[in-house]
């Protein structure tokens, strides 16, 4: 009970405790930063040890004595006796830190090794200790004479994940990627950066750009790129087409088990681009002529007479736009004669002609129609539809 009275005071009001600890009734717990760590993460460790406050003048220190240590251990190697500081005069909370430095691993994939596994020192922040990807991380307090305090938590790889900011881009936009992984704050005192390809439809071959970590020990990384419809890919600039599916990747090779330290993953995600101009004032599509075989405008048309149905379409803007043109035929009772399509890409600035050939068996109405849109997978119209209607003699 008397312990229990110290504790509130040592969190509300400076308290003096006892010079010598409470064998019968041992209080120190001790606190870990995270519930999981990763290989090569920075440790904080806290014990509240009231009792080992000798002095409400001084700055104690605890654990680097043979008589009393404190062990800082993974399965691999240890630390011991490890020195931890008292916060404040008078506090009774004593911290200290430990960078895990890993096992010999190439992270990234590039062949060559980015740890450097080594276990040194003896606090309160100067500890280095090795770990492989599933061990854990043991304290061990010697409280008193055969009185000993231990607290773990787990070490482990993980999954990374990777996504764009936003699921479309326009393409006068900055495009960013975001990539957690937390195996790759290799460096907790350091900014990190990952390798990230880019690539797009029209560029498969794309571009690598380095995501770079937001803050020392954060685990989440950051590329930007720009997006050319003129200009070929280079640096951060990636080429497209309107239209694109812009695609971002990344080796995973630090994995939790099931997989082998040998194996790896890739870890990929997409968005897709599009203008900030409405998709229906992409492409002029122009009024429908009728033609003879030489280019003369028909004015009347006959049975079992060849015409050529003409449609021009334009693109006014400075960015480059594919399109699918498709002609339909309708009869007067609305049954189809006739449906075919073309498909390309318009450049800035530029217009097409396009032309299909047709002939009519019968004498009747028909109406003719042309469309033009962005794909026959997924159509979305890109300018107006033309229609005309025919009386065929």
Same mark, same amino acid.
């Given at each position: 009970?008397?312990?229990?009275?110290?504790? +509130?005071?040592?969190?509300?009001?400076?308290?003096?405790?006892? $010079?010598?600890?409470? +064998?019968?009734?041992? @209080?120190?717990?001790?606190?870990?930063?995270?519930?999981? @760590?990763?290989?090569?993460?920075?440790?904080?460790?806290?014990?509240?040890?009231?009792?080992?406050?000798?002095?409400?003048?001084?700055?104690?220190?605890?654990?680097?004595?043979?008589?009393?240590?404190?062990?800082?251990?993974?399965?691999?190697?240890?630390?011991?006796?490890?020195?931890?500081?008292?916060?404040?005069?008078?506090?009774?909370?004593?911290?200290?830190?430990?960078?895990?430095?890993?096992?010999?691993?190439?992270?990234? /994939?590039?062949?060559?090794?980015?740890?450097?596994?080594?276990?040194?020192?003896?606090?309160?922040?100067?500890?280095?200790?090795?770990?492989?990807?599933?061990?854990?991380?043991?304290?061990?307090?010697?409280?008193?004479? /055969?009185?000993?305090?231990?607290?773990?938590?787990?070490?482990?790889?993980?999954?990374?994940?990777?996504?764009?900011?936003?699921?479309?881009?326009?393409?006068? &936009?900055?495009?960013?990627?975001?990539?957690?992984?937390?195996?790759?704050?290799?460096?907790? =005192?350091?900014?990190?950066?990952?390798?990230?390809?880019?690539?797009?439809?029209?560029?498969?071959?794309?571009?690598?750009?380095?995501?770079?970590?937001?803050?020392?020990?954060?685990?989440?990384?950051?590329?930007?790129?720009?997006? %050319?419809?003129?200009?070929?890919?280079?640096?951060?600039?990636?080429?497209?087409?309107?239209?694109?599916?812009?695609?971002?990747? +990344?080796?995973?090779?630090?994995?939790?088990? $099931?997989? *082998?330290?040998?194996?790896?993953? &890739?870890? =990929?995600?997409?968005?897709?681009?599009?203008?900030?101009?409405?998709?229906?004032?992409?492409?002029?599509? %122009?009024?429908?002529?009728?033609?003879? *075989?030489? /280019?003369?405008?028909?004015?009347?048309?006959?049975?079992?007479?060849?015409?050529?149905?003409? /449609?021009?379409?334009?693109?006014?803007?400075?960015?480059?736009?594919?399109?699918? @043109?498709?002609?339909?035929?309708?009869?007067?009772?609305? *049954?189809? =004669?006739?449906?075919?399509?073309?498909?390309?890409?318009?450049?800035?600035?530029?217009?097409?002609?396009?032309?299909?050939?047709?002939?009519?068996?019968?004498?009747?109405? @028909?109406?003719?129609?042309?469309?033009?849109?962005?794909?026959?997978?997924?159509?979305?119209?890109?300018?107006?539809?033309?229609?005309?209607?025919?009386?065929?003699?």
């Amino acid at each position: 009970m008397y312990l229990l009275f110290l504790f +509130y005071p040592l969190i509300f009001f400076p308290a003096f405790g006892e $010079p010598i600890p409470d +064998y019968n009734d041992p @209080y120190a717990p001790i606190f870990f930063d995270k519930t999981t @760590y990763t290989w090569t993460d920075k440790i904080k460790i806290t014990i509240i040890a009231p009792s080992w406050n000798t002095g409400k003048y001084l700055i104690d220190s605890i654990g680097n004595t043979e008589d009393h240590p404190i062990k800082i251990s993974t399965r691999e190697a240890s630390l011991e006796p490890y020195r931890f500081t008292e916060t404040d005069v008078n506090s009774g909370i004593f911290t200290a830190e430990v960078i895990l430095t890993g096992f010999l691993h190439d992270a990234d /994939g590039d062949g060559d090794i980015d740890t450097t596994p080594r276990t040194l020192g003896n606090g309160p922040t100067n500890g280095f200790l090795e770990v492989n990807r599933d061990s854990a991380i043991t304290i061990s307090f010697e409280f008193a004479d /055969g009185v000993v305090l231990t607290e773990s938590v787990p070490v482990s790889w993980n999954i990374g994940t990777i996504q764009f900011s936003k699921e479309t881009f326009f393409s006068d &936009e900055s495009v960013t990627i975001r990539v957690i992984d937390l195996d790759m704050n290799l460096n907790p =005192e350091a900014l990190d950066h990952i390798p990230i390809q880019f690539f797009s439809d029209s560029d498969i071959a794309g571009i690598e750009v380095n995501a770079i970590e937001t803050s020392e020990s954060s685990g989440l990384f950051v590329a930007t790129i720009s997006l %050319s419809q003129t200009l070929p890919s280079s640096g951060n600039r990636l080429y497209l087409l309107l239209g694109d599916e812009i695609f971002a990747k +990344y080796d995973d090779h630090t994995l939790p088990k $099931p997989f *082998s330290t040998l194996d790896n993953l &890739e870890i =990929e995600t997409s968005a897709r681009t599009d203008s900030s101009i409405p998709p229906i004032k992409r492409l002029d599509n %122009s009024k429908i002529i009728l033609s003879d *075989s030489l /280019g003369n405008q028909l004015q009347s048309f006959s049975s079992n007479n060849q015409m050529q149905i003409v /449609g021009t379409i334009t693109n006014d803007h400075n960015f480059t736009q594919k399109f699918v @043109y498709l002609f339909q035929v309708k009869n007067i009772t609305n *049954s189809v =004669e006739l449906i075919s399509w073309i498909q390309g890409e318009l450049s800035p600035k530029q217009n097409l002609d396009v032309s299909q050939s047709w002939t009519p068996k019968k004498s009747g109405t @028909y109406q003719i129609e042309t469309f033009v849109w962005n794909s026959l997978n997924d159509p979305v119209a890109l300018g107006p539809v033309m229609s005309t209607l025919i009386v065929v003699e």
